[in-house]
């Protein structure tokens, strides 16, 4: 399709879309909506999509998460806590909560540390080496010609 900026794939679009669909679109089963409309609050629909994990807490009563030790604020020595596992929400607006049984656990970052890049696989590495080939391309001046004469 020789198409090589945002405007271009955009006035090339509609096409392909209608081609994409003649091509892999399939009747339905049952022709009934089979949405259902969200019937309860906007909270409880933060509630549900959150992404969840699950950690266990030290005998210090913290956790690690991307980078970041937390830890659970209790008003006595929190003993029943240590080792319980906890269930981390990470909601849409980016705040996270630590849940324990009904409960939302009160928490504070206490330390920040540098995580390491992720390890390359094969099926990113060759990616990584064409950027760092064509970067150095691009950076290289030409060789220079020297005349004779």
């Not at 009563?61 to 970041?68: A, N």
Request: hydrophobic content about 40%; charged content about 30%; overall charge negative.
């Amino acid at each position: 399709m020789g198409v090589s900026s945002i405007d271009a794939a955009n006035a090339v679009l509609p096409q392909f879309a209608a081609a994409w669909n003649e091509k892999f679109a399939v009747d339905p089963r049952d022709d009934a909506d089979a949405h259902r409309p969200w019937a309860d609050t906007p909270d409880a629909l933060d509630h549900t999509l959150a992404r969840r994990e699950e950690r266990t807490l030290s005998k210090a009563l913290t956790f690690r998460v991307d980078g970041t030790i937390y830890c659970i604020k209790t008003k006595g020595a929190g003993i029943a806590l240590r080792g319980v596992k906890v269930e981390l929400r990470h909601h849409l607006d980016g705040t996270m909560t630590v849940h324990y049984k009904d409960r939302i656990l009160p928490v504070t970052a206490c330390r920040t540390y540098s995580v390491p890049e992720p390890a390359e696989d094969e099926k990113t590495i060759d990616l990584r080496i064409d950027h760092i080939v064509a970067a150095r391309h691009i950076a290289a001046p030409a060789p220079l010609e020297v005349g004779r004469g």
